[in-house]
């Protein structure tokens, strides 16, 4: 299991609006911003480097998980953390 999904199963299981899941949930949406822009990287030099050899169709579903991951945590901060 990579980190960010097991930060995203921790931030699942906790509950409340203390300070320190709040932390965490701050902490997650870091690393998921991180890895959406990776993402965006990654799917970016494939497709400017094909020269149309190449769909980057595996890029961009990296990207479309990040984004999903990403789309969890800003759910999370808004429900839980204000």
Do not use: W
């Amino acid at each position: 299991m990579s980190a960010p999904t097991a930060a995203l199963l921790v931030l699942i299981a906790i509950g409340g609006v203390d300070a320190a899941p709040c932390q965490k949930s701050h902490t997650a949406f870091q690393q998921m911003t991180a890895d959406v822009r990776n993402a965006i990287a990654v799917y970016e030099q494939c497709i400017t480097g094909s020269n149309g050899r190449a769909n980057c169709a595996d890029e961009f579903e990296d990207l479309q998980i990040a984004q999903d991951r990403f789309e969890m945590i800003v759910t999370d901060l808004a429900n839980g953390c204000r």
